[in-house]
């Protein structure tokens, strides 16, 4: 796990380097796939190949912290949200070809701008910035947690707290009483989300 | 001790909040409070009196800094209060007299529903009237000014069914508002001549501005002192506020009220002093004043409208004094004591002959009660002996004092003032003597009382039998007892000032004094002031006295007929301020409409167009709400970039 | 590790240290107590909640709430006359919070704004009975479908929602680390620990739950995505700066820390530096409701329960200023030439389309959510003053407006008719003739909003502007001044339609509260008037207030 110490240069890349510039290109591929795949399951399963390449890149740069961290909620539950989701409002499985809004364009110019600003920003940022990976690694879950629990402490505890407050608030907002016992959802519930104390409303009435 | 002065104002001022913010919950007890409260703040005012008198002479004032607001730059408005020698006589009075009044009221105010109100108004009253002696720089003199502004309106107006009183009301409100905005002018004059409000800086650097603005500050100081003190050219307004319940005009439009633009006159002495031209000017409009108010008193048939003209001429004399500068100011305020003490107790002898009448208050219609109504007859009589300057009671001492200054002023002027001062006088015999022969003398003229319901002008709370004539009986204790003690003070007071100038030698730290060159010597001027009195009293006498008074007063000359119109003072305001105001505003309201509205109404237009386009952006959606943010960032992202880059 | 600030290269070069056991963290308890005992409180309202049978709830919330938050008020005026404002202050927990004047002057703040919200949280009187019982403003039972069966029932059950008083609690300890937090993940944590509460909060509307529900997810997905934007910035200039404590970003921008290859590296460009700081500036900005982060403001206050609303418009305002101070003067004071127009424009801006929108509100909820954009602007001409009566004059504006909104908010639950509160202006006409009181109270506020003087709300502005000027804005007071012209025409008219209006047939009718709603509105006021009428001894204790401590 070094990089070649004291001769640090694009010209003479390692087997790490390798490995993370194909990694990188399996990442970029799934994730491509995830974007323009017509079957909105593939779609979240692509993500979870995606996310996994990211977690593997995470491991080839030593942070390896990090990289369990993005596997266990990244691929552990977002993914399974998503999936879930799907389950939920009753996605059809199989090809669904009125899934595009019609607005690819719009996110494909939003999308390259957003990645052309980071690429620009963190190159420039970090144009010839070597670090030393040597010696005991940054991203260690040794090294986090000893940083967690002496610097972070206090937010760490306040996220404590965030977390019991996001308990009591899903009780509140789903706790049912005894009089009432309905399927969990139903088409009736689901939230109009158009404008209702809109301008236009106010004005009217 | 320094404290009390915040409690002395603060007690009146609780019993006006309890009063007013209790609620009907009070009625039974609210005149109680009102009167303990009242005592209270003369129990303070005569505490602090015994602790200053303990002094000596040069730290007798107390200083007291509540807290400033908003202090900025140079700009100060300081809370604080300052009790001199000059402030404590004042307090004593208010407090004295006002607690005096307010159990007068008890007796007179006993059948009106709103008696807790009334003493409500009167505890604010108080407490506004000390505030305006307290303070110790122009700004907060200020706030006690437009207090008892307020107040008086709400007093005067306190029977708002009566349309009169109403509109009596309106009229001392509007009045004075002119002369609070010379009051106001005034204040800001200074403040940019001088850099501050307090008196302590202003008065010490007073010669230090130019002439011209002196000037301009005194007249301007002047024309708020004539507002509140009812003088010449705006006095109109006093005698219609007769219409208030008569302890209002015994303490308000007698005792105290009025008499705060001889206090800030006195108060502002130095700068007075360094501006002759405006102590000149106060000088004539006090002896123009004098003369105005006693013409008026002759005239009316009214017995407090006679009452009221005596009390503008009774303070044009205080407003002469006051102008005279270092030679008068003692004199000023020490016929103001005195005056307090008689004015009151004359008022408060009219209203108990109202009290007895059923509340008639022509004198034409009176006659004989002394045989009826003793005590009020007793005290009547000794403030009228006081009025008019016997030998040996309180006005004379005062009164003779102001004169002999007038002559003392030296010159041409100073005979002139002199002169109509002497003449003042022998006016005040015969009126007041009118008044008395009226009232206490002569064959019965009653009258019965008349319909309430017809005649809206009958003060209410009193027991009115129409068609029945009335039975004159005395007062209640609770009204008798205060009009005994006034007597006391109108007969005692001014000998008691001037045993061993014991007055002047209290008041001359704080005013000055100097001792003018007098072209007549004390004696003379006392001999020709007794002359004036009996010409004056016999003429009242034969004119009223020896001949029976016709009920229906006579059409009478040209003067006599204008005096009763308050000599044409409403017509000419009519004439001159409110049809000249009227095509002002017509042509104002056309400009107004024409221009000012245009151009407001299309700003008012424009914004609202505005408005009404932003709000098009806020359509609902939460999406487009998002895009806005990502748009603001992107913005506030690239401005912050491109303002390194420039 | 001998450095108390963490940062990426430093902590590297120190790890020959053996990490076998992590050394004890220091941690200040007596400093952060308001905190602690404000978490402690919401704790056992939880336990209350869970424990406790239904009927017994209520009181137990309430008390607990209520002496939570004043003993937590207790604790900061402890800490403040120990000497923590002024000469102890000094950053606690290892470095991620600051105790300091402006802290504990806003944490005061909050906690006593809390306290008088929990009042009206708490009023019990204002709706009819429901099936004989007394029901407070919130949802009977929040996963009900607005409408349904299923809602009456839980209404006929007599269900009430006693949960909001935790949450509340939750809320209020985030709010109070928010201004004093030290470093930027506290500040990223306590900007969540408040919002979340607030999501749910404005969930749980009795009337009207279709509107308060859009409300709470509006504001949820808004607030989701400017925390993003925060989270971003954040990391950006974690990327420059090489740490994200307060002291040690300043340190690197003004160019005293220690240089490190890396960081010279990083900080050879200040892109990084201007993007990450408008980013989280941004974030703040979004809490505080300026132009152009504003649009959820109206909608959300709209549809929230109006405790709630009343609660968030003071509280949020006081936190998120009390953020975005810290943030300006500790943290980017060095690039203060980059920021500071821009700043001016989002000042600007604020001010007067805040003040011009509201022209032609017809709903005095939302009447009042412009108004709070407007004075978002005004404050943020005193934030920009760069200087100690910039900081005096903000802290003094905050607590002076934040009372107003309270006492405004409490005011507008007492108008109602069938339908719950009447909140349409039209309905409010002539209600100076029917309820005399409650119309001059609801007066007096607008007249603060407006700046009268003798209220609190021209002592605010006066100091705020006075500040401005002095920093050198003299263009921007003037548009404040006439911001404020256009705004004050807005509050004359709600005053001129109460009082000079013929009230309408089978008009709304003002009921009659509790104690509880009486004692908020009276707090309201005494404070409005007695920060008008006296304000010099709070401006000064404002000004003792105002030294950020690094």
Same mark, same amino acid.
């Given at each position: 796990?070094?990089?070649?110490?004291?001769?640090?240069?694009?010209?003479?890349?390692?087997?790490?380097?390798?490995?993370?510039?194909?990694?990188?290109?399996?990442?970029?591929?799934?994730?491509?796939?995830?974007?323009?795949?017509?079957?909105?399951?593939?779609?979240?399963?692509?993500?979870?190949?995606?996310?996994?390449?990211?977690?593997? /890149?995470?491991?080839?740069?030593?942070?390896?912290?990090?990289?369990?961290?993005?596997?266990?909620?990244?691929?552990?539950?977002?993914?399974?949200?998503?999936?879930?989701?799907?389950?939920?409002?009753?996605?059809?499985?199989?090809?669904?070809?009125?899934?595009?809004?019609?607005?690819?364009?719009?996110?494909?110019?939003?999308?390259?701008?957003?990645?052309?600003?980071?690429?620009?920003?963190?190159?420039?940022?970090?144009?010839?910035?070597?670090?030393?990976?040597?010696?005991?690694?940054?991203?260690?879950?040794?090294?986090?947690?000893?940083?967690?629990?002496?610097?972070?402490?206090?937010?760490?505890?306040?996220?404590?707290?965030?977390?019991?407050?996001?308990?009591?608030?899903?009780?509140?907002?789903?706790?049912?009483?005894?009089?009432?016992?309905?399927?969990?959802?139903?088409?009736?519930?689901?939230?109009?989300?158009?404008?209702?104390?809109?301008?236009?409303?106010?004005?009217?009435? | 001790?320094?404290?009390?002065?915040?409690?002395?104002?603060?007690?009146?001022?609780?019993?006006?909040?309890?009063?007013?913010?209790?609620?009907?919950?009070?009625?039974?007890?609210?005149?109680?409070?009102?009167?303990?409260?009242?005592?209270?703040?003369?129990?303070?005012? #005569?505490?602090?009196?015994?602790?200053?008198?303990?002094?000596?002479?040069?730290?007798?004032?107390?200083?007291?800094?509540?807290?400033?607001?908003?202090?900025?730059?140079?700009?100060?408005?300081?809370?604080?209060?300052?009790?001199?020698?000059?402030?404590?006589?004042?307090?004593?009075?208010?407090?004295?007299?006002?607690?005096?009044?307010?159990?007068?009221?008890?007796?007179?105010?006993?059948?009106?529903?709103?008696?807790?109100?009334?003493?409500?108004?009167?505890?604010?009253?108080?407490?506004?009237?000390?505030?305006?002696?307290?303070?110790?720089?122009?700004?907060?003199?200020?706030?006690?000014?437009?207090?008892?502004?307020?107040?008086?309106?709400?007093?005067?107006?306190?029977?708002?069914?009566?349309?009169?009183?109403?509109?009596?009301?309106?009229?001392?409100?509007?009045?004075?508002?002119?002369?609070?905005?010379?009051?106001?002018?005034?204040?800001?004059? &200074?403040?940019?001549?001088?850099?501050?409000?307090?008196?302590?800086?202003?008065?010490?650097?007073?010669?230090?501005?130019?002439?011209?603005?002196?000037?301009?500050?005194?007249?301007?100081? &002047?024309?708020?002192?004539?507002?509140?003190?009812?003088?010449?050219?705006?006095?109109?307004?006093?005698?219609?506020?007769?219409?208030?319940?008569?302890?209002?005009?015994?303490?308000?439009?007698?005792?105290?009220?009025?008499?705060?633009?001889?206090?800030?006159?006195?108060?502002?002495?130095?700068?007075?002093?360094?501006?002759?031209?405006?102590?000149?000017?106060?000088?004539?409009?006090?002896?123009?004043?004098?003369?105005?108010?006693?013409?008026?008193?002759?005239?009316?048939?009214?017995?407090?409208?006679?009452?009221?003209?005596?009390?503008?001429?009774?303070?044009?004399?205080?407003?002469?004094?006051?102008?005279?500068?270092?030679?008068?100011?003692?004199?000023?305020?020490?016929?103001?004591?005195?005056?307090?003490?008689?004015?009151?107790?004359?008022?408060?002898?009219?209203?108990?002959?109202?009290?007895?009448?059923?509340?008639?208050?022509?004198?034409?219609?009176?006659?004989?009660?002394?045989?009826?109504?003793?005590?009020?007859?007793?005290?009547?009589?000794?403030?009228?002996?006081?009025?008019?300057?016997?030998?040996?009671?309180?006005?004379?001492?005062?009164?003779?004092?102001?004169?002999?200054?007038?002559?003392?002023?030296?010159?041409?002027?100073?005979?002139?003032?002199?002169?109509?001062?002497?003449?003042?006088?022998?006016?005040?015999?015969?009126?007041?003597?009118?008044?008395?022969?009226?009232?206490?003398?002569?064959?019965?003229?009653?009258?019965?009382?008349?319909?309430?319901?017809?005649?809206?002008?009958?003060?209410?709370?009193?027991? $009115?039998?129409?068609?029945?004539?009335?039975?004159?009986?005395?007062?209640?204790?609770?009204?008798?007892?205060?009009?005994?003690?006034?007597?006391?003070?109108?007969?005692?007071?001014?000998?008691?000032?001037?045993?061993?100038?014991?007055?002047?030698?209290?008041? /001359?730290?704080?005013?000055?004094?100097? /001792?003018?060159?007098?072209?007549?010597?004390?004696?003379?001027?006392?001999?020709?002031?007794?002359?004036?009195?009996?010409?004056?009293?016999?003429?009242?006498?034969?004119?009223?006295?020896?001949?029976?008074?016709?009920?229906?007063?006579?059409?009478?000359?040209?003067?006599?007929?204008?005096?009763?119109?308050?000599?044409?003072?409403?017509?000419?305001?009519?004439?001159?301020? @409110?049809?000249?105001?009227?095509?002002?505003?017509?042509?104002?309201?056309?400009?107004?409409?024409?221009?000012?509205?245009?151009?407001?109404?299309?700003?008012?237009?424009?914004?609202?167009?505005?408005?009404?386009?932003?709000?098009? $952006?806020?359509?609902?959606?939460?999406?487009?709400?998002?895009?806005?943010?990502?748009?603001?960032?992107?913005?506030?992202?690239?401005?912050?970039?491109?303002?390194?880059?420039? | 590790?001998?450095?108390?600030?963490?940062?990426?290269?430093?902590?590297?070069?120190?790890?020959?240290?053996?990490?076998?056991?992590?050394?004890?963290?220091?941690?200040?308890?007596?400093?952060?107590?308001?905190?602690?005992?404000?978490?402690?409180?919401?704790?056992?309202?939880?336990?209350?909640?869970?424990?406790?049978?239904?009927?017994?709830?209520?009181?137990?919330?309430?008390?607990?709430?209520?002496?939570?938050?004043?003993?937590?008020?207790?604790?900061?005026?402890?800490?403040?006359?120990?000497?923590?404002?002024?000469?102890?202050?000094?950053?606690?927990?290892?470095?991620?919070?600051?105790?300091?004047?402006?802290?504990?002057?806003?944490?005061?703040?909050?906690?006593?704004?809390?306290?008088?919200?929990?009042?009206?949280?708490?009023?019990?009187?204002?709706?009819?009975?429901?099936?004989?019982?007394?029901?407070?403003?919130?949802?009977?039972?929040?996963?009900?479908?607005?409408?349904?069966?299923?809602?009456?029932?839980?209404?006929?059950?007599?269900?009430?929602?006693? /949960?909001?008083?935790?949450?509340?609690?939750?809320?209020?300890?985030?709010?109070?680390?928010?201004?004093?937090?030290?470093?930027?993940?506290?500040?990223?944590?306590?900007?969540?620990?408040?919002?979340?509460?607030?999501?749910?909060?404005?969930?749980?509307?009795?009337?009207?739950?279709?509107?308060?529900?859009?409300?709470?997810?509006?504001?949820?997905?808004?607030?989701?995505?400017?925390?993003?934007?925060?989270?971003?910035?954040?990391?950006?200039?974690?990327?420059?700066?090489?740490?994200?404590?307060?002291?040690?970003?300043?340190?690197?921008?003004?160019?005293?820390?220690?240089?490190?290859?890396?960081?010279?590296?990083?900080?050879?460009?200040?892109?990084?530096?201007?993007?990450?700081?408008?980013? @989280?500036?941004?974030?703040?900005?979004?809490?505080?409701?300026?132009?152009?982060?504003?649009?959820?403001?109206?909608?959300?206050?709209?549809?929230?329960?109006?405790?709630?609303?009343?609660?968030? #418009?003071?509280?949020?305002?006081?936190?998120?200023?009390?953020?975005?101070?810290?943030?300006?003067?500790?943290?980017?004071?060095?690039?203060?030439?980059?920021?500071?127009?821009?700043?001016?424009?989002?000042?600007?801006?604020?001010?007067?389309?805040?003040?011009?929108?509201?022209?032609?509100?017809?709903?005095?909820?939302?009447?009042?959510?412009?108004?709070?954009?407007?004075?978002?602007?005004?404050?943020?001409?005193?934030?920009?003053?760069?200087?100690?009566?910039?900081?005096?004059?903000?802290?003094?504006?905050?607590?002076?407006?934040?009372?107003?909104?309270?006492?405004?908010?409490?005011?507008?639950?007492?108008?109602?008719?069938?339908?719950?509160?009447?909140?349409?202006?039209?309905?409010?006409?002539?209600?100076?003739?029917?309820?005399?009181?409650?119309?001059?109270?609801? #007066?007096?506020?607008?007249?603060?909003?407006?700046?009268?003087?003798?209220?609190?709300?021209? #002592?605010?502005?006066?100091?705020?502007?006075?500040?401005?000027?002095?920093?050198?804005?003299?263009?921007?007071?003037?548009?404040?001044?006439?911001?404020?012209?256009?705004?004050?025409?807005?509050?004359?008219?709600?005053?001129? &339609?109460?009082?000079?209006?013929?009230?309408?047939?089978?008009?709304?009718?003002?009921?009659?509260?509790?104690?509880?709603?009486?004692?908020?509105?009276?707090?309201?006021?005494?404070?409005?008037?007695?920060?008008?009428?006296?304000?010099?001894?709070?401006?000064?204790?404002?000004?003792?207030?105002?030294?950020?401590?690094?």
């Amino acid at each position: 796990m070094t990089l070649a110490a004291g001769h640090p240069g694009f010209m003479s890349p390692t087997g790490v380097e390798i490995a993370f510039v194909l990694v990188g290109i399996a990442t970029l591929g799934a994730a491509l796939v995830t974007v323009t795949t017509k079957q909105l399951v593939h779609a979240a399963l692509w993500l979870v190949v995606a996310l996994g390449g990211f977690a593997v /890149e995470y491991l080839l740069l030593t942070a390896e912290f990090i990289a369990w961290v993005q596997v266990l909620i990244y691929v552990g539950s977002v993914v399974v949200l998503l999936l879930f989701g799907l389950m939920l409002t009753k996605a059809p499985i199989g090809r669904s070809p009125d899934a595009d809004s019609g607005n690819g364009w719009v996110a494909l110019v939003v999308a390259v701008a957003a990645a052309a600003t980071l690429v620009w920003v963190v190159v420039d940022a970090f144009r010839s910035t070597w670090v030393d990976l040597g010696g005991a690694a940054q991203g260690s879950a040794k090294v986090t947690g000893a940083i967690l629990f002496r610097h972070w402490v206090l937010p760490f505890e306040a996220l404590s707290v965030l977390l019991l407050a996001a308990l009591v608030g899903a009780i509140v907002l789903s706790k049912r009483g005894a009089p009432a016992r309905r399927s969990l959802l139903s088409k009736s519930e689901a939230l109009p989300m158009r404008g209702v104390p809109s301008e236009r409303k106010a004005r009217e009435s | 001790m320094d404290h009390l002065i915040g409690a002395l104002i603060g007690a009146p001022l609780l019993g006006a909040g309890i009063l007013l913010v209790g609620g009907r919950r009070l009625d039974r007890v609210g005149h109680w409070i009102g009167c303990l409260l009242a005592a209270v703040s003369f129990g303070i005012g #005569a505490a602090l009196f015994a602790d200053m008198l303990g002094k000596p002479t040069d730290q007798r004032t107390l200083t007291s800094h509540l807290y400033s607001w908003v202090p900025v730059g140079g700009f100060r408005a300081d809370v604080a209060f300052q009790l001199d020698q000059l402030s404590m006589t004042f307090v004593l009075l208010i407090t004295g007299v006002g607690t005096l009044i307010h159990i007068y009221s008890i007796g007179y105010m006993a059948h009106d529903e709103n008696r807790r109100r009334f003493f409500g108004y009167l505890n604010l009253f108080l407490a506004a009237m000390l505030l305006l002696v307290l303070a110790d720089n122009y700004l907060l003199l200020y706030v006690g000014w437009e207090g008892v502004g307020l107040a008086s309106y709400l007093l005067i107006g306190f029977w708002q069914h009566k349309p009169s009183a109403a509109t009596a009301a309106k009229k001392a409100f509007i009045v004075n508002r002119v002369g609070d905005m010379g009051l106001s002018i005034a204040i800001m004059v &200074l403040f940019t001549t001088y850099g501050t409000f307090s008196f302590g800086p202003v008065f010490a650097h007073a010669t230090g501005a130019s002439q011209a603005k002196l000037t301009v500050i005194g007249l301007l100081l &002047l024309l708020g002192a004539c507002g509140k003190s009812a003088q010449v050219p705006l006095q109109s307004w006093l005698g219609d506020a007769m219409e208030g319940p008569t302890p209002v005009s015994a303490l308000i439009h007698a005792a105290t009220m009025v008499t705060a633009g001889v206090y800030l006159v006195t108060r502002s002495g130095a700068i007075f002093n360094a501006a002759p031209t405006a102590q000149l000017a106060v000088c004539v409009v006090g002896a123009v004043t004098l003369m105005f108010g006693a013409i008026v008193g002759c005239a009316k048939d009214d017995i407090k409208k006679a009452l009221a003209g005596s009390t503008m001429s009774q303070i044009g004399y205080m407003m002469l004094a006051a102008g005279l500068g270092p030679i008068g100011y003692v004199f000023a305020i020490m016929h103001l004591v005195t005056h307090g003490f008689f004015k009151a107790g004359l008022f408060l002898g009219a209203g108990s002959v109202m009290h007895g009448m059923n509340d008639e208050v022509d004198m034409r219609k009176y006659g004989g009660l002394r045989r009826y109504m003793p005590i009020t007859y007793v005290t009547f009589g000794l403030g009228y002996l006081a009025i008019i300057g016997f030998p040996g009671l309180s006005g004379y001492w005062s009164k003779d004092k102001i004169i002999e200054a007038a002559f003392a002023k030296g010159g041409t002027e100073g005979w002139i003032l002199g002169g109509v001062a002497l003449l003042g006088a022998g006016i005040t015999a015969y009126y007041m003597t009118r008044v008395m022969v009226l009232t206490f003398f002569g064959e019965e003229r009653w009258e019965p009382a008349p319909d309430p319901d017809k005649t809206p002008g009958v003060e209410p709370g009193i027991e $009115v039998h129409p068609g029945e004539l009335p039975h004159p009986h005395e007062s209640p204790r609770s009204m008798t007892i205060p009009m005994v003690i006034l007597a006391f003070g109108s007969v005692f007071a001014g000998g008691l000032f001037s045993i061993n100038s014991a007055f002047l030698k209290w008041l /001359e730290p704080v005013t000055g004094h100097s /001792e003018g060159h007098s072209p007549v010597s004390t004696w003379e001027v006392t001999a020709a002031t007794l002359v004036v009195l009996v010409v004056g009293g016999a003429l009242a006498w034969a004119q009223y006295g020896r001949r029976p008074v016709p009920v229906t007063a006579p059409r009478g000359s040209l003067v006599t007929r204008a005096a009763r119109r308050d000599l044409l003072q409403d017509d000419f305001n009519h004439i001159v301020l @409110v049809r000249g105001g009227e095509h002002l505003t017509r042509s104002l309201v056309y400009l107004d409409h024409s221009l000012v509205d245009g151009a407001v109404n299309g700003t008012a237009a424009s914004v609202g167009g505005l408005s009404a386009r932003l709000r098009q $952006v806020q359509n609902g959606y939460v999406r487009s709400y998002a895009v806005s943010m990502l748009g603001g960032t992107a913005v506030l992202v690239a401005a912050t970039l491109l303002m390194r880059a420039v | 590790m001998t450095g108390t600030i963490h940062s990426l290269w430093t902590t590297a070069a120190d790890s020959a240290t053996p990490l076998d056991k992590i050394p004890t963290p220091k941690i200040e308890y007596a400093q952060l107590s308001p905190v602690l005992i404000v978490f402690g409180a919401a704790v056992l309202g939880i336990l209350v909640e869970a424990l406790l049978p239904r009927r017994s709830r209520y009181i137990a919330q309430l008390g607990v709430s209520v002496t939570g938050l004043a003993a937590a008020f207790a604790a900061i005026v402890a800490l403040a006359a120990d000497g923590y404002a002024s000469a102890k202050s000094h950053i606690a927990a290892m470095g991620a919070v600051a105790v300091d004047g402006p802290a504990l002057f806003l944490q005061g703040t909050i906690v006593l704004v809390a306290l008088v919200a929990a009042f009206t949280f708490a009023e019990r009187r204002l709706d009819p009975l429901a099936h004989g019982r007394r029901v407070d403003s919130f949802a009977a039972q929040g996963s009900t479908v607005p409408g349904s069966e299923q809602e009456k029932r839980a209404v006929r059950a007599g269900f009430t929602t006693t /949960e909001v008083f935790p949450l509340l609690l939750f809320a209020v300890g985030g709010m109070m680390i928010f201004p004093a937090a030290n470093d930027l993940l506290t500040l990223f944590v306590s900007l969540e620990v408040f919002s979340l509460p607030l999501y749910l909060l404005c969930a749980l509307a009795r009337r009207h739950r279709l509107l308060s529900q859009e409300a709470a997810v509006k504001y949820f997905l808004l607030g989701a995505f400017s925390s993003a934007i925060l989270l971003f910035g954040v990391a950006l200039l974690y990327g420059y700066a090489g740490t994200i404590s307060y002291g040690g970003i300043a340190d690197v921008i003004s160019g005293t820390a220690k240089m490190t290859p890396a960081l010279a590296n990083t900080t050879a460009n200040d892109s990084l530096l201007l993007i990450g700081g408008a980013m @989280v500036v941004v974030g703040l900005l979004f809490k505080v409701a300026a132009v152009p982060f504003h649009m959820w403001t109206p909608d959300v206050y709209q549809g929230a329960p109006t405790p709630v609303t009343g609660f968030m #418009a003071a509280a949020t305002k006081v936190a998120a200023f009390g953020a975005l101070l810290r943030l300006l003067y500790v943290v980017l004071p060095g690039i203060r030439w980059d920021w500071r127009p821009v700043m001016w424009g989002v000042a600007i801006a604020t001010m007067v389309i805040g003040a011009i929108i509201a022209v032609t509100q017809t709903d005095v909820k939302r009447l009042l959510a412009y108004s709070s954009i407007a004075h978002a602007g005004f404050i943020l001409a005193g934030v920009i003053a760069l200087s100690p009566d910039g900081v005096s004059s903000v802290l003094f504006y905050l607590a002076a407006y934040s009372f107003v909104t309270l006492g405004a908010f409490a005011v507008v639950t007492l108008v109602r008719d069938a339908g719950g509160e009447a909140t349409h202006l039209s309905r409010w006409a002539g209600l100076g003739r029917r309820s005399p009181l409650v119309a001059a109270v609801f #007066a007096v506020f607008l007249l603060a909003f407006a700046g009268i003087p003798l209220t609190s709300g021209f #002592a605010g502005k006066f100091a705020v502007f006075k500040a401005a000027a002095q920093g050198g804005a003299v263009p921007l007071v003037i548009i404040g001044v006439i911001s404020s012209a256009i705004a004050a025409f807005f509050y004359i008219r709600v005053i001129v &339609l109460m009082f000079f209006s013929e009230p309408q047939p089978g008009g709304p009718s003002v009921a009659v509260p509790s104690a509880l709603t009486s004692t908020a509105i009276a707090a309201g006021v005494a404070v409005t008037l007695a920060l008008g009428v006296a304000p010099q001894y709070f401006l000064d204790l404002a000004g003792k207030a105002s030294v950020f401590v690094r």
